[in-house]
């Protein structure tokens, strides 16, 4: 069995699995409020959850990095717990991540994220690394990689698949039910009806905005957790470790193909 945790391995062996080709994945979530029926950790968890999922899978494919679990979510502030980092620190800190594994010669970064507002950031870091390294640096939401599987099992209509809602529950009731506070879960969107703004997870709005919060949220729910289940989440999980599992294999077999310079 390889091992897959980056950190588990010694600098030797890291040097060597620079030969192997492998893809570093690199987890990023945030610690913010999900409401009053969910703990502060659920991008982090939910995304570390994937993407250890997928590597158990592919181990000798990947090496999975500790993740950032701090996030670019400064507009849930005025909800006790949520931690919000700047956007200049943000990516200055993923691209010196990427840096420095590009130093030691891998080649390809999959940066896999579990907050909707990182989204614009890592995508930043993903095109600016790739131009500053010989590597392929790359980032996608975890959520998107199983698209699929949430518009066949979602109950709630468009925008309502947004944060703390039926998707996020039903994940954490299968994975860690424990740490869903049941009698506290209910329903809740005050958005503003727009035919260019809305908040879904599978479904982006064409309109770059976000507000306030709780300017929308009393309760920081953007959804419907009544509608979620552990069978609901099971089926989820699966598609996503799914589509990551061939995101990482399509990745790792993707050629890097040399520049042209033509000045
Ligand atoms: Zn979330």
């Not at 999922?53 to 999975?64: S, T």
């Not at 953007?222 to 699966?238: F, H, M, N, Q, V």
Request: proline residues 7%; glycine residues 6%; aromatic residues 10%.
């Amino acid at each position: 069995m390889h091992e897959y945790h980056y950190d588990k391995l010694t600098w030797p062996e890291i040097k060597k699995a620079t030969a192997e080709d492998r893809v570093i994945i690199l987890p990023v979530g945030s610690t913010e409020q999900h409401g009053p029926h969910l703990p502060l950790d659920v991008d982090n968890f939910l995304c570390q959850a994937i993407c250890e999922g997928a590597a158990q899978r592919v181990p000798e494919d990947v090496l999975l990095m500790p993740p950032m679990n701090y996030g670019f979510n400064w507009h849930h502030i005025d909800f006790p717990g949520t931690i919000g980092i700047g956007w200049e620190p943000y990516i200055h800190f993923l691209l010196d991540i990427v840096k420095s594994v590009a130093y030691h010669g891998f080649k390809k970064v999959l940066i896999i994220n579990g907050h909707g507002s990182n989204r614009q950031l890592i995508e930043i870091v993903a095109r600016q690394a790739t131009m500053d390294h010989p590597i392929i640096c790359a980032a996608c939401n975890y959520f998107a990689l199983g698209a699929q599987a949430v518009a066949e099992t979602r109950e709630s209509p468009k925008g309502w698949v947004a944060h703390a809602d039926e998707f996020e529950t039903s994940l954490y009731l299968y994975l860690r039910p424990e740490g869903v506070r049941r009698d506290l879960v209910q329903a809740e969107n005050n958005m503003l009806p727009s035919n260019f703004w809305w908040q879904d997870l599978i479904e982006p709005a064409p309109l770059g905005m976000m507000e306030w919060w709780s300017s929308f949220s009393h309760t920081g729910v953007l959804g419907d957790p009544t509608k979620a289940s552990a069978e609901k989440g099971r089926i989820l999980y699966e598609a996503c470790v799914e589509g990551l599992v061939a995101l990482i294999r399509e990745f790792k077999a993707r050629p890097l193909r040399p520049r042209e310079d033509h000045h």
